[in-house]
C-alpha cells in the first residue's frame, strides 16, 4: 500500500513515543517511574462528573453545533473577560476536541504554502508538525537556561520577514514552564504592532498552572485586536484531559474559517463534555487552586533534587508542570558498558533502561541539550525518581 507523502512527513509526537515505550517497559515487571506524560495526576471534580451525568438525563446527547453549544460558548467568553479582561463574545468563540485540533483549525485557516510561521524555542512538540502540514515553515528562534528560555523582544524582530505570517508560542511554556512577564509581553507587541501582516496564536493551555501569580497574555492589548487568538481548554488546569475539551477564541472571520474547516473534519466535540466544561467554568474553583498549590510544592521538591546532581543546570519555572535541564555535560559521556551517549534522546534512552525513569529528549522541543521531565506525580515518586537520575549521572564517565 502507497501511503501520501501527507502522511509520511507527520513526525510522531516524541511525548507519546517515550510515553508508550515506558508504559512496554513496565509491563514486563520493571518499576518504571513515568515522568514523560504531560498529564495532570489528580481525577476530574466531582461535580464536573456529576454535570455530565445529568447533561445526559437532561438530553445532551445528541449532535451539537459545530462551534459548540451555545452555553459553553457563553460561558467561556464570559470567563475570558471576567478573569482575563478579554473582549471576546460568544460568536468569537469555537470549541474543539481539545486544543490541539484549535491550534490545527487556526493554522489550516490562515497559513498557505511558503508562509512563515515564528517559533520561540522550546516549544510544543506538534508546532512544527502542525506548521508544516498546512504547508508553512517554521521558523525556530533559539534561546537557553541562563535567559530562562525566554526570547527577547530583539530576538523576535531580528527573524521577521516579508513572508512571516504567524507568531505562535505557548505561556506558561511546555516544556519550560517559563511564563512571559508584563514587562516582555509589552516589548514584543511593540514589535508585533509595527508588523500588522503577522496573527498570533497564543497558547495559554497552562493558565491555570501559575505560580508567578498575574497570568499576562498579548491578548490584553487592543492594538493587537483582530490578529490574535487565544488556544485554551480544560485539560491542564481542570484535569480532564480525558474530556477533549479545547477552544479558541479570535476574530469573527478566523472563528467562521475553523468552523468550515471543523465541520468537515470532526463536527461538534462531544456534547456531554461540554457541558462538563461548563460546569468547570462556572462551578467552584477551589480544586483548581489546590491542584495548583500541589503542582507548585512538587516543583520546589524535584527542582532542589534535582539542583543537587552536578553540571545539570535547571531554571526554577514559573508555571506548567515540567523541568526542563539541561544535559550538554552529559553528552559525549560513557555508559557503564562504555557506550557513548551522544544526543538528548540516547541520554533519555539511557535513563530510562537503567535508571527505570521515563523523561523526554529535548530535541522534540527544539532544545538539542535538554531534556523534559513531567513533576505531574506524587512527592515520593519523584524523590525517588531524582536519586535513580542521580545515580544514572554519576555513573557515566568521560
Not at 514584543?188 to 508567578?212: G, Q, R, T
Request: some cysteine.
Amino acid at each position: 500500500m502507497i501511503l501520501s507523502d501527507r502522511i509520511s512527513e507527520i513526525v510522531e509526537s516524541q511525548t507519546l513515543a517515550m510515553t508508550k515505550r515506558s508504559r512496554e517497559l513496565k509491563a514486563t515487571g520493571v518499576d518504571v517511574i513515568n515522568l514523560s506524560i504531560g498529564e495532570p495526576d489528580f481525577d476530574t471534580p466531582r461535580h464536573i462528573i456529576e454535570a455530565a451525568y445529568q447533561a445526559m438525563l437532561d438530553g445532551y446527547t445528541h449532535y451539537p453545533p459545530v462551534s459548540g453549544l451555545p452555553e459553553l460558548r457563553s460561558a467561556i467568553a464570559n470567563k475570558l473577560k471576567k478573569e482575563n479582561g478579554f473582549h471576546f463574545e460568544a460568536e468569537n468563540i469555537i470549541v474543539s476536541n481539545g486544543a490541539k485540533h484549535s491550534l490545527l483549525n487556526a493554522i489550516l485557516s490562515i497559513i498557505n504554502p511558503g508562509d512563515e510561521v515564528l517559533v520561540p524555542a522550546p516549544f510544543w512538540v506538534s508546532y512544527p508538525s502542525l506548521i508544516q502540514y498546512a504547508g508553512g515553515v517554521p521558523v525556530e528562534i533559539p534561546s537557553t537556561v541562563e535567559s530562562d528560555f525566554k526570547v527577547s523582544a530583539e530576538q523576535l524582530e531580528a527573524v521577521i520577514t516579508p513572508k512571516t505570517k504567524m507568531l505562535i508560542f505557548s505561556s506558561p511554556c511546555n516544556p519550560s514552564g517559563s511564563v512571559m512577564s508584563e514587562s516582555e509581553l509589552l516589548a514584543w507587541k511593540n514589535v508585533l504592532i509595527k508588523y500588522p501582516n503577522i496573527f498570533i496564536l497564543s497558547d495559554e493551555i497552562y493558565e491555570k498552572i501559575n505560580y508567578a501569580g498575574k497570568h499576562c497574555s498579548l491578548a490584553s492589548y487592543p492594538e493587537l485586536e483582530g490578529r490574535i487568538a487565544v488556544i485554551n481548554g480544560m485539560s491542564k488546569g481542570y484535569a480532564m484531559t480525558g474530556w477533549r475539551m479545547g477552544y479558541m477564541a479570535g476574530p469573527k472571520e478566523l472563528v467562521q474559517a475553523c468552523d468550515k474547516i471543523q465541520g468537515l473534519m470532526t463536527s461538534g466535540a462531544s456534547s456531554v463534555s461540554q457541558m462538563a466544561s461548563v460546569a468547570a467554568l462556572n462551578g467552584p474553583q477551589d480544586e483548581v487552586e489546590v491542584m495548583r498549590n500541589t503542582f507548585e510544592r512538587r516543583r520546589n521538591i524535584f527542582h532542589a533534587a534535582l539542583s543537587l546532581i552536578p553540571n545539570l543546570p535547571c531554571n526554577l519555572p514559573e508555571g506548567a508542570f515540567y523541568l526542563f535541564p539541561d544535559v550538554s555535560y552529559y553528552l559525549g559521556a560513557k555508559t557503564p558498558e562504555g557506550k557513548t551517549i551522544t544526543t538528548a534522546d540516547e541520554l533519555c534512552l539511557y535513563l530510562l533502561d537503567k535508571g527505570h525513569v521515563s523523561a523526554v529528549s529535548g530535541e522534540a522541543f527544539g532544545h538539542a541539550n535538554c531534556i523534559r521531565f513531567s513533576y505531574a506525580a506524587a512527592e515520593e515518586q519523584l524523590i525517588e525518581a531524582a536519586e535513580r537520575i542521580a545515580i544514572a549521572f554519576r555513573n557515566l564517565t568521560h
